[in-house]
Structure formats: C-alpha cells, structure tokens
C-alpha cells in the first residue's frame, strides 16, 4: 500500500522569503503525486499533480515541485512567499495502475507567514 | 458552476446519537468522496462512490456508511457516535476518478463536535 510522509508539521517563514515543503513517498513503483492547499475554513484545492514526464512540475499561485525517484520525494516550492500563502499543505499520493485509484494524503504542513 | 456543497457546516451531537452529512457534488460529477479530518492524523479516507456504487472503503468501523443518489448527491451516516469522532468530514467530487485524467474538488467540510 501506498503511504506519504510529510516530516514538517509547521514551517514559519518570512514574507519574501523562499519556501521549501517536504513530502516523502512510499510505493512499489512510479506513482501519482499531488499537492493540496488548504485555507482556512476551505476545503482542499489542488496546486499542481504529477504524472509522467519532466520531474519538475509547475502549478498555481507560483508554485512547483520536483519530483525526485531516487529520494522518493515530491517536495513543493515557492521561490518568494506571500502572505496569503499561510494555509495548510497536503501531499497525496495514488498508484498509476488504472481505473479508479484511492488517493492517500499526509498529515499536512502548517505554514505560517510573518510580516 | 457551483462548487461542492456540503450541509450543515456545523454540527455538534452528544456521544450515542447519530448523524447524517451532505454533499452535492458539482453538477456532472459522478465521483464522490468522503475524508476524516483529525489534527495529526491528515485525511483519511472514508469511501467513494460512482454512480450510486460504493468502489472503495477506507478502515473504518461500520457506524460510518454512506450511499449516493441518482443524481449524485451523496450522504454519509455516522451511528452511535463516539468523542473521538470529531472532526472535519470532508467531501470530493470528480468527473470520474481516475487519478491521472482527474482531480478532486473539495466542499469546505461539515465540522462535527461530539460531546
């Protein structure tokens, strides 16, 4: 089975400054990666997926992971932060095997942003 | 387009009574899922449903059920309700899930207080 681990439950940073959150997979082959954020009071809404193909992946609102088999890592990045970015991070992941899939998701990481 | 709706927003029982959440998935969407929300403990999926046919069932006891309607609405009943089942229950939905050609949308949860 498959499982995520995101090691960092709360990250401060500095408005500006650059930003790097951990996500750590488990699973027997290539699977399918995810990042998703969640505001305050909101739902899930997807940053940006992996599927295939160039390992660095660019999603919304700036943000880009690279996706790293040797380290079976998927970690997301923002080169300048915003405070509006303080929200709450969750890498999933989902085998690549077809048909429906279960989407496995970390226990998140806390962002918070200082002035 | 009207996004994932889920009612009520909140919802506070006392141990042993049961409860009953809603979603109604965006229209078109024939994917529904369910997520527990606990601090530390991430999302756990609950189960799925695609065209009134649950695909896939998280480890969770029998007290949390669910079914979806003909036209895709979806409900999850939770009985003789324990304290630790407070949390945030979250509900997706997606064209049809398959994780490479799609991607979840969130309703912003039913937060439910268990005292």
């Known amino acids: 089975a498959q499982s995520v681990t995101q090691p960092d439950i709360h990250i401060t940073v500095s408005e500006g400054a650059s930003l790097e959150l951990r996500c750590n997979y488990s699973?027997?082959?290539?699977?399918?990666l995810f990042w998703y954020v969640q505001s305050p009071g909101q739902g899930l809404q997807l940053l940006l997926k992996y599927f295939s193909g160039d390992t660095l992946v660019q999603g919304i609102k700036g943000f880009e992971a690279e996706f790293k088999r040797s380290q079976s890592s998927f970690n997301l990045r923002k080169p300048s932060v915003h405070w509006s970015d303080a929200a709450e991070y969750f890498c999933a992941v989902a085998p690549n095997s077809g048909g429906y899939q279960k989407v496995t998701f970390g226990t998140g990481t806390k962002l918070q942003v200082i002035p | 387009k009207a996004g994932v709706t889920q009612t009520p927003r909140y919802l506070i029982k006392t141990r042993g009574q049961q409860v009953t959440l809603s979603c109604s998935p965006i229209?078109?969407?024939?994917?529904v899922s369910w997520y527990q929300q606990t601090p530390g403990q991430g999302l756990q999926f609950l189960f799925e449903y695609f065209s009134e046919t649950q695909r896939n069932k998280g480890n969770f006891p029998g007290r949390f059920s669910g079914r979806q309607f003909s036209n895709s609405r979806s409900e999850m009943n939770v009985s003789t309700l324990e304290l630790g089942d407070s949390a945030l229950y979250l509900c997706a939905s997606s064209l049809a899930w398959t994780a490479k050609n799609e991607k979840l949308f969130f309703g912003s949860g039913t937060q439910l207080s268990v005292l």
């Open positions: 699973y027997g082959a290539t699977p399918y």
């Open positions: 229209s078109g969407h024939r994917s």
